[in-house]
């Protein structure tokens, strides 16, 4: 199936999230765990930073350092976007509608979910091992819920950063391809 037939049903699961939000984010503060709480927490404070130095790592363990200046753009996409958005939109965190306040986050700035964001946007850097590359994409889906469950997003919010994610790191890749063909096609001619 194309990606653009994923992006469609990823807008389309989004829209319909937006009718249960309440819902689901009520369900998640009122209905803890200690165990959840605890693991949810780890996540919660690994940031998007931590996270493209982790996969920066595993790129220069894997020798595979031509995704690294990608990794870059990605990074730069990422937090330009992310930043953005959480201005224009800014959305309260579910945990000020519910008097959930185990964190300390800002209150107005809920959309999209910077987690899942950096999460899926680093998925396409992985397509070199399948094992690896099937462990993030859990590991993505993992964080993207524990936010809901933290009460810190909306799932609307993670499912948005989710897509807007997998189109930063598509977007990327298609670019570095473009422009690798365009150098490859400039060396040919040039001899």
Known sequence: MKKIYYYIIGLIVFFTSLIFDKKISFFFTNYNSEI???VSLLINN????????????????G???KKIIPLLLVFILYLGLTSLLKLIVARPRPFVEFGNSMLDNNPYRSFPS???TST???????????????VWIMIAVI?????VYF????????????????????IVFY????????????VLTSK
């Open 175 to 186: 670019l570095v391809k473009c422009y690798n063909r365009k150098v490859y096609k400039e």
């Open 143 to 147: 964080v993207s819920l524990s936010r």
């Open 36 to 38: 959840l709480d605890v």
């Open 46 to 61: 690994i940031n998007g930073y931590v996270l493209f130095g982790i996969v920066l790592i595993i790129l220069i363990l």
């Open 120 to 134: 899926f946007a680093l998925i396409p850097f992985f397509n070199f091992n399948k094992i690896i590359y099937y």
């Open 151 to 170: 009460g810190v997003h909306y799932l609307s919010d993670v499912i948005f950063g989710a897509i807007l994610g997998c189109f930063i790191g598509d």
């Open 114 to 116: 910077g987690h899942a």
């Open 63 to 65: 020798k595979q350092h």
